[in-house]
């Protein structure tokens, strides 16, 4: 049991904690508190959450009681971490929508019915100032500025605001309140976490374990999986799209997909690993992953179609026998039929920035009619039965 808890951790504070925790959950016959604490920031959840989600499942499979803290206040101050400038705070409504669309996500991974979900609003609305100043001075400066984020912006003279200090000391007070016995998170929240530690202390409460799970890599093999940087896997996406998202990750990144993405045994992960150390084709590597994600987050019949489209749509057809997505014109707002090239191509993939969109036409990424394109600011008259290519995997006709 301890060997499945502790797969894929990155960090464990203090290094013996778990061990300890389980074996006083076991003296006193309780369940401990393990607590998930997110700021709903973007509306959708992506595998890079899933990686936290999967290790709060184990705990709760084994009988353990997961407190989800939604950032309801926290939210709308702003989590100063990994970030070079102040994030920009949400509007309660903002965060009203978010929470709900977060929580409806969660249950792809964990039991919602199972699961304390509480929002941090409701004990930090209630406090006065006085209590807040009181909550403030048991934390230094000196303390704060250990942070990375914090003492790089402070050093390279970019401005720290007095709302960003408080973040983590709010945030860490979230522990208190739900008596948290141990805190998971991503590498990134370490010192968010080590904050709930120094101030159950002052409270007098056992200090909870701090578990950090690694950060998963987005599909550029670079930077963290995001939806802001556009290099995610999201939970809600379709078959197909998580099919071709998959392959698209550079070969570098496999070992990291199969440890933190799939749910493969530790038997059937090394096999992978061996496969690819043995010269293995990495495609076919990346199409069992890819098969294995879309399982656990629809099922295995849909998994086997996105195989088969994938072969057809990308490996076996020319431009002219793919499968293209009906757009009916009357539907987009055009002038005369007349458009700018990029204008039409952010109409029709709108997750997309325009400036992504026109690096991805300057470097031949697009076709009309199997024609490329590499003039962003070319106008292009727009006709039923134009046949429009965006990138790998979008295909568009318009009706």
């Not at 709900?100 to 919602?112: A, E, P, R």
């Not at 409460?205 to 950090?212: A, D, N, R, S, W």
């Not at 933190?260 to 990495?282: H, M, R, V, W, Y």
């Not at 707002?333 to 204008?343: C, G, S, T």
């Amino acid at each position: 049991m301890i060997n499945l808890l502790k797969e894929n951790v990155e960090i464990i504070l203090p290094q013996n904690g778990l061990e300890r925790k389980l074996e006083q959950a076991e003296e006193e016959k309780r369940k401990l508190t393990i607590k998930l604490g997110f700021d709903p920031t973007a509306p959708d959840l992506h595998l890079g959450h899933a990686v936290v989600l999967k290790k709060l499942k184990q705990f709760q499979d084994l009988g353990h009681q997961i407190i989800i803290v939604v950032g309801s206040f926290t939210a709308r101050i702003g989590d100063p971490t990994g970030k070079n400038k102040a994030r920009k705070p949400l509007s309660i409504d903002d965060v009203t929508h978010n929470s709900q669309t977060y929580i409806n996500q969660l249950s792809k991974i964990i039991n919602i019915e199972k699961t304390k979900i509480v929002f941090n609003s409701d004990w930090l609305d209630t406090l006065n100032f006085s209590e807040i100043i009181q909550l403030l001075s048991k934390v230094t400066i000196a303390q704060l500025m250990h942070r990375n984020d914090f003492n790089k912006r402070f050093t390279e003279n970019n401005p720290i605001a007095m709302h960003e200090l408080v973040y983590p000391i709010l945030q860490g007070f979230d522990s208190v309140k739900i008596e948290c016995d141990i805190e998971i998170g991503g590498t990134d929240q370490l010192f968010n976490c080590t904050m709930g530690r120094q101030l159950q202390e002052i409270h007098q409460l056992p200090p909870q374990i701090v578990m950090c799970m690694p950060l998963l890599k987005g599909l550029d093999g670079k930077e963290k999986m995001s939806k802001s940087l556009n290099n995610f896997i999201g939970l809600t996406d379709g078959p197909n799209e998580m099919f071709g998202k998959t392959m698209s990750i550079p070969d570098t990144l496999i070992n990291e997909f199969i440890d933190l993405t799939t749910d493969f045994s530790i038997a059937e992960k090394n096999d992978l690993k061996s496969g690819i150390e043995n010269g293995q084709n990495p495609m076919s590597i990346k199409k069992q992953i890819a098969k294995n994600i879309i399982t656990q987050y629809h099922n295995i019949a849909e998994a086997e179609l996105a195989e088969e489209f994938f072969s057809n749509q990308f490996q076996n057809k020319n431009f002219e026998e793919k499968v293209f997505e009906p757009i009916f014109i009357d539907t987009l707002n055009f002038i005369d039929n007349r458009i700018m090239l990029i204008d039409l191509c952010h109409l029709l993939k709108n997750d997309q920035s325009k400036s992504s969109i026109r690096r991805l036409i300057e470097n031949g990424g697009v076709q009309i009619n199997s024609v490329k394109m590499i003039n962003p600011n070319a106008e292009v008259e727009v006709a039923k039965e134009t046949k429009i290519k965006i990138g790998k995997r979008a295909f568009f006709e318009l009706l």
